[in-house]
């Protein structure tokens, strides 16, 4: 019963310590959140507690511009925005508390999270706030400082004039007009800033910087305009017109150049830079002037090169006009040929015109040369344009000369063509009569009626070959296609004869052959005379199959080989 009591004892005694340690760590845990809870509220009063109220205040008790008093509303209501978002923040601290209380910590836990990631976003939207209020007092403070080096740099203009007066005085009035609308411009802008209206105050200082910039030009560049036209424009425009006037006596074309015209015009020009410098058309003036320098110098150039190729231009011109008689020299001579050649010989008409189109090109060229030239001598053209043109005439006549040199040679190769169709005839008219006295001098018993006709044939085409190279104008692919064709008969004509007169030699050694087998009767004899009966009519074929066969039966295999040695001997190679 004692250990009972003690064992009871023991476990209320830890029982008791479970439950007191678990309440220590319940509330050690509620501390840590108390903590991080306050660390949130801390936060939350320091971006509430920053300026923008203040400076908002300050905005409001002061005069404003129309764009400002609508700025400062926007603001005031993105204030009044992010005041209420204080509010819900404040409201989820309390609610996180509650729940801390009430340990339900992963809530809480979730809900501070979401307070830290609010109270992030409103410190971010706050500053962004407060940094647009002040960057509108910045502008104030920058536009104040920048007035101050504008006046001090107005004041120095001033002063600059007073000392250079002279210098301008065909622009006082101007620069008087300018000082006192700079000067308007700066009590605009104190308006501006006393009413606040820094964009109309910007807009102000950025309207000084250009008419004080527009000072700054009459200064620098009218004694530099002056200058320049004074110093450099006119005396060039002077050596312009002397240089015109001296080549012209010369006797130089120089009208394509315009110059005189030009001159005037750039004369009139330059007399209205002092109106544009009154309207401060700087960049006009400018640009007028440096047209002016750019446009002399070239003519200058130009005249230059007229004078320099003047010996050139009359140089070639010489040499062309040598060129194109030797053209036309060429183009009589071989206008006598072809004409020559179209009484003897029959011509493509394609041929024919490209021949008069060149003959044709040859006078246009011609007439173009003796043109220029004339218009050159009277002083009519430039030497450039003179250049030009003769650069044009050399390649037509390159050309030309070209073309004339492949006629040249067409007519060479006509004359060539008829030689070779000639000889050519002529080899076949020789080996035509060999052929037939080939055939007279074999002595065939019978005439072979196909051999004769076809022997009637190659005269017939021979004497037609002949005919057409005997007609005026000849036709050389006339001539080459009867030549084509007579060839190919020939060698058909010769193929048969030599086979015919192959067959009546081999058949002859046959039967001479066969006669020492005369001794034999019977069959044999008979045989041999039915061979020498087919001889007799021409059937030269006929006679050696039946010769071959004849003879093979008395001497065997051992003929076969005088059969080859007979056809060896007698160049019988068609059969």
């Not at 101007?174 to 006192?180: A, S, V, W």
């Not at 048969?496 to 039967?511: G, M, R």
Request: contains cysteine.
């Amino acid at each position: 019963m004692g250990d009972f009591k003690l064992y009871l004892l023991i476990a209320i005694v830890v029982v008791l310590i479970a439950i007191l340690i678990y309440s220590m760590m319940i509330v050690s845990k509620k501390k840590q959140y108390f903590v991080r809870i306050d660390d949130l509220d801390y936060l939350k009063h320091e971006i509430s507690n920053k300026t923008v109220p203040f400076e908002l205040a300050k905005l409001r008790s002061t005069k404003k511009s129309e764009r400002i008093v609508k700025l400062v509303q926007q603001w005031e209501q993105r204030w009044g925005s992010l005041e209420n978002e204080f509010i819900t923040v404040t409201e989820k601290i309390i609610y996180t508390e509650e729940l801390v209380e009430k340990r339900s910590f992963t809530e809480a836990n979730d809900l501070m999270d979401n307070i830290s990631e609010m109270l992030e976003h409103l410190n971010t939207e706050v500053d962004l706030l407060l940094e647009e209020i002040k960057s509108l007092k910045r502008s104030e403070e920058r536009s104040r400082s920048n007035v101050v080096g504008l006046k001090e740099k107005f004041e120095q203009l001033k002063m600059q004039y007073d000392l250079e007066q002279s210098n301008y005085v065909n622009m006082h009035d101007e620069i008087l007009n300018l000082f006192k609308e700079i000067e308007a411009l700066f009590l605009k802008f104190n308006e501006c800033m006393e009413e606040c209206n820094y964009d109309l105050a910007d807009e102000t200082i950025n309207n000084i910087k250009k008419e004080m910039e527009k000072m700054n030009y009459v200064f620098d560049r009218i004694p530099i305009y002056h200058e320049s036209i004074e110093k450099t424009i006119k005396p060039l425009l002077k050596d312009v017109m002397k240089s015109f006037e001296n080549l012209s006596n010369q006797g130089i074309y120089l009208n394509h150049l315009k110059i005189d015209e030009t001159i005037v015009t750039y004369e009139e020009n330059i007399n209205q830079v002092d109106q544009m410098l009154k309207r401060f058309e700087f960049e006009q003036i400018e640009s007028m002037l440096l047209e002016v320098e750019e446009n002399s110098k070239q003519m200058i150039q130009f005249m230059k090169r007229e004078m320099d190729i003047k010996g050139e231009v009359i140089e070639v011109l010489e040499k062309t006009k040598a060129t194109i008689m030797n053209i036309n020299t060429m183009g009589t001579h071989l206008n006598q040929r072809y004409y020559n050649i179209k009484n003897n010989y029959t011509l493509a008409e394609e041929d024919e015109n490209n021949f008069n189109f060149l003959l044709n090109e040859i006078q246009i060229v011609t007439n173009e040369l003796y043109f220029i030239e004339a218009k050159f001598a009277d002083k009519q053209t430039s030497n450039t344009e003179m250049s030009h043109q003769l650069e044009s005439i050399t390649a037509q006549i390159v050309e030309i000369e070209h073309q004339l040199q492949l006629f040249d040679v067409d007519i060479e190769h006509l004359y060539d063509g008829e030689k070779d169709c000639r000889q050519r005839a002529l080899l076949l008219l020789n080996r035509f009569n060999d052929l037939k006295a080939m055939y007279n001098q074999s002595h065939f018993p019978v005439e072979n009626q196909n051999i004769v006709s076809l022997i009637e044939e190659g005269n017939a085409a021979i004497t037609a070959l002949f005919k057409e190279i005997d007609q005026v104008p000849i036709h050389i692919n006339n001539i080459s296609e009867q030549l084509q064709y007579s060839q190919e008969m020939l060698e058909h004509i010769i193929n048969s004869v030599n086979q015919i007169v192959q067959e009546l030699k081999l058949a002859e050694t046959l039967i001479v052959h066969g006669h020492r087998y005369l001794v034999r009767e019977g069959m044999y004899v008979v045989d041999l005379t039915i061979a020498e009966d087919q001889f007799r009519q021409g059937n030269y074929a006929t006679v050696i199959e039946k010769m071959k066969k004849l003879l093979k039966s008395i001497e065997g295999s051992q003929f076969d080989i005088q059969y080859d040695q007979f056809k060896q001997s007698l160049d019988c190679y068609l059969i």
